[in-house]
């Protein structure tokens, strides 16, 4: 069997939510052992978090499904960090991890005795990767937040809707999700650096500046070209980067990029190619000048067959064309389960169920979910016997003083 990519590597965690403990878990993915520490007899909060507005989160076993998510391929110990012994048993851990992650606040750290300066005494070539809201400077560096204020306050809000609509949310978790991936890229690039060079190092990321990256072209668009980025209004955007309902009522969507070349297979896919030299539509100026016209032309066109019908058409053109799957959709994607991108993992409340599979490939290793997050708890006689060195004796003692 092909060795996983991070094999050897320890992560700890003092996480909660998902933005930072995601990260873990695709590091968790890659084949890092990663050690969940949660609070005992209470856990991340995200284990009881059933609903999220109108959104239930409930399967079966009375699992959090964002728990899921967030902290698959992880380990679970319990410790209480308020004590003077759960501390030091954690300190026995980080002595033995290359990477330390959370994304408590500053003042929560501080209480717990567990901010860089502290664990680095420890262990000097530790990775500490902390994630915020905001960021470590600026008047909302101790502010919380969540998914949505990295959504309003990068500009992402704007970048989708047409013109006039109110500032639109993605559902669910997207500014949250790109944090995680920025966690598990700064923790990599800290692991890289310390093999070349042997240091160890502090690294962060927010939830806004993660947010701000992926809305990175809206962005930098003001502050060099001076305008703000219209939002897409369908009906006169440019005809040949836009998407078209089909009779079966199905979107698909089609990007068709330099369009001089493309116009006339276009036509000519489309049944119509009288359009191609049209005196209307002839030039790529004179197609943007009369989109409206041409958008509501296509959109005749479209309606006159099923969404598949075109998607079987259009490569044989060789143009630029996929359907808008609904979420539900891809996960019937033939593309999408030809290429592992949803794969099978065996849950222990659910059976047998569908789970987002790693989008890398790699030719000499294997990456991906193999198994669901663990029960509260679930590692810590596995762990603070094989790792910390406790005796099974000693482990018992812990519990029952309640320090674990």
């Given at each position: 069997m092909k060795p996983r990519p991070l094999e050897g590597i320890r992560v700890v965690e003092c996480g909660v939510y998902h933005a930072g403990p995601g990260g873990t878990a695709i590091l968790g993915d890659l084949g890092a052992e990663v050690i969940k520490v949660e609070a005992p007899g209470q856990g991340d909060p995200i284990r009881t978090l059933m609903r999220v507005g109108s959104i239930p989160f409930e399967i079966a076993g009375k699992r959090s499904l964002f728990c899921e998510g967030a902290n698959r391929s992880k380990k679970s110990v319990t410790l209480n960090l308020k004590a003077e012994k759960g501390r030091e048993i954690l300190y026995k851990l980080i002595q033995k991890?290359?990477?330390f992650m959370t994304n408590m606040r500053m003042k929560a750290l501080e209480e717990l005795k567990i901010t860089y300066p502290i664990l680095k005494e420890h262990n000097s070539k530790l990775i500490y990767a902390s994630v915020s809201a905001f960021g470590r400077k600026g008047p909302e560096k101790d502010n919380g937040g969540f998914d949505y204020q990295g959504q309003a306050k990068s500009g992402m809000m704007y970048a989708a809707g047409e013109p006039g609509a109110p500032p639109l949310t993605f559902q669910f978790g997207l500014a949250d999700q790109v944090t995680a991936i920025m966690t598990s890229h700064q923790i990599l690039t800290a692991l890289l650096m310390r093999e070349r060079t042997g240091i160890g190092q502090e690294v962060h990321v927010s939830i806004l500046s993660a947010s701000m990256f992926l809305n990175y072209f809206n962005?930098?668009?003001?502050?060099?070209a001076g305008f703000e980025v219209p939002r897409h209004k369908r009906s006169v955007e440019h005809p040949m980067r836009n998407y078209y309902q089909c009779k079966d009522g199905k979107w698909l969507m089609i990007t068709l990029t330099p369009p001089a070349r493309h116009w006339g297979p276009l036509c000519r896919a489309l049944g119509r190619p009288d359009l191609e030299n049209d005196p209307r539509f002839e030039t790529d100026d004179k197609r943007f000048e009369n989109a409206e016209l041409l958008v509501s032309i296509l959109d005749g066109i479209f309606?006159?067959?099923?969404?598949?019908?075109?998607?079987?058409?259009?490569p044989t053109y060789d143009l630029f064309c996929c359907a808008v799957n609904s979420n539900e959709e891809v996960g019937s994607d033939p593309q999408v389960l030809a290429n592992d991108y949803l794969i099978d993992l065996d849950h222990p409340t659910l059976g047998r169920v569908k789970f987002p599979g790693y989008p890398v490939h790699f030719s000499e290793s294997r990456a991906g979910t193999t198994r669901a997050a663990p029960d509260l708890g679930e590692h810590t006689e596995e762990v603070l016997t094989e790792i910390a060195g406790?005796?099974?004796?000693?482990?018992?003692?812990?519990?029952?003083?309640?320090?674990?």
């Open positions: 991890a290359d990477v962005i930098l668009i003001p502050q060099l309606a006159e067959k099923p969404r598949q019908a075109w998607l079987e058409e259009f406790f005796s099974r004796e000693e482990v018992a003692g812990l519990r029952e003083e309640g320090v674990i």
